[in-house]
Every structure is written in C-alpha cells, then in structure tokens.
C-alpha cells in the first residue's frame, strides 16, 4: 500500500526484497527502468482474483503503465476430492478453522468471539499450530471455553472430513492473502465460507457460498454474523457447482487455453 501511494522508494525503507535496502534498491531500478521504456504495455497479465486486478491497476493514477485490458484474471485450482456431499442439514453444530495460530490471521480475534458467544455456543474445531499455541491454550483455560478444541497440525484428509462435517469454514484473515487453497477445497465440499471482508478472500465468496465480515478486526462484527449464521440457507450442491464453474482443474484449463488464445489473437498470429 505504502508503494502505491508514495512510490517504489517505500520498498527500501522497507527492505521488501530479501529483507535488505541493496536488494530492493536495485529492484526498484529495475522496475523504474522497464516502467520507463514501456515494456508493460506489451506484457499480458493473469491475476488471481478481480482484487488483484484492482489492486494491479493502481499504479496507473498518474500515468498508465499497464493497460487494463492486458490484465486477466483466472484464480487458482485444486482436485476434487470425489467425497460425497453431507447435507448441510446433517452437519454436525461446528465451526472450524484450519490456520497459522498468528495475529495476522485473526486467531485472537476468533477466541475472544466465542468467548462472547458463550460455552453454549457451537464448537470451534481449531486446526493449526504457530507462535500462538500457548497464547490459546492458556485462553481456553482462563475462560474455561470447552466449545473451543485444539487439534493441531493434522492429516489434509483429516481436515477435509472436518471441513465436510462443519456448518462452516471461518476465515478471519486480518491481511490481503495471495490465494488461499484452503477456500476452494472447501467449496469443493460443499461448505459455506465465513470470511474477512478484505482482500482476496472476500473476492472468491459471494452471497450464494458464504457471508463476508465486515470491520473484520472487531470481535463483535465477528460474534453477530458467526451467532446469526444459518447454513440451512445454503445449498451445499450449488456451492459445489461454483467449484467446478471456477476452481477445477477443467475450468481452469479452459480458463487459460481462453487467455493464450486473446493474448495470441491481439499479437496478430495463428495459434
């Protein structure tokens, strides 16, 4: 952010490439350099998501240096798991999170959620390990929060039958993320995403898969859309359809395939 409004120089104070000034310096020569010659304008750009492309076109304030149409957005895919659907009426009274146990991630903004919902509230079935293991343990105990459960890195298959038997996935990522996997595989099972209005995130829900958080860094935001969440509002076959519309390996071949051939088309040369 620093970058795009007060210029490339940020990235020195802030040692951004490999953690040294040097580095970035040069960097930010390197990139003033082709910014310059105009090399941007005949470079053809894939986002993963209509954020980053938003994000992307920015830095044309002042002067355009990418051209918008050069920039398409194709997000990320995973494999289906080929599991079969339990109904989101079947669910078990559970919430989960699979995360780094991290501040960035929202971890204690989630504690301190459920501890305003209350012991009567469903359960959070906490996936992940980080620098905040003790920090929760000692929350869980301090607020004697027994609907909060502790399992630490586990099995992917393991967490996918979580994923499949839970109301929801929370994600309360405090930050833009890249692409978060985790999100479609979810959506591949059918589960609704409760998620950070910010970023990435935010764009690859929408009102027919899940619900977005807004003034995400705020507990009590949290607390009311967790406390009037009803997944029986949800189709778990529709969510899955959006998968397969836009995170599946088919739809992403033919996501790509479409791309090459515009950005062959434009160049003036036969496939």
């Not at 580095?23 to 090399?39: D, E």
């Not at 990320?76 to 989101?88: C, H, M």
Request: net charge positive; glycine share 6%; proline share 4%.
């Amino acid at each position: 952010e620093d970058c795009l409004r007060k210029g490339l120089w940020c990235s020195i104070k802030h040692k951004c490439y490999k953690g040294s000034r040097l580095f970035s310096f040069l960097c930010v020569l390197n990139t003033k350099f082709h910014r310059l010659t105009g090399i941007y304008r005949n470079v053809f750009f894939i986002c993963l998501t209509n954020f980053n492309k938003a994000k992307l076109m920015e830095i044309n304030k002042k002067k355009k240096i990418i051209p918008k149409e050069n920039v398409f957005v194709k997000p990320n895919f995973t494999f289906p798991s080929q599991t079969i659907l339990i109904p989101l009426s079947k669910r078990k009274n559970q919430f989960i999170i699979a995360s780094r146990l991290t501040e960035s991630k929202g971890i204690k903004i989630i504690f301190e959620t459920w501890k305003h919902l209350g012991t009567g509230f469903s359960d959070l079935m906490v996936y992940g390990t980080g620098e905040l293991l003790e920090w929760c343990q000692e929350f869980i105990k301090l607020n004697n929060l027994k609907n909060i459960k502790l399992f630490g890195q586990t099995n992917h298959e393991i967490l996918l039958k979580a994923i499949l038997e839970s109301k929801a996935l929370i994600f309360p990522t405090q930050w833009y993320e890249g692409f978060p996997m985790l999100i479609p595989e979810a959506l591949e099972l059918g589960t609704p995403v409760i998620t950070s209005n910010i970023g990435n995130p935010a764009s690859l829900i929408n009102e027919d898969c899940g619900i977005k958080v807004d003034n995400c860094s705020n507990y009590q935001s949290w607390a009311s859309s967790i406390a009037s969440f009803d997944n029986h509002k949800f189709n778990g076959e529709k969510i899955r359809q959006i998968y397969f519309e836009n995170m599946s390996p088919n739809s992403n071949y033919e996501q790509l395939i479409s791309i090459y051939r515009e950005c062959i088309k434009r160049n003036g040369k036969n496939e």
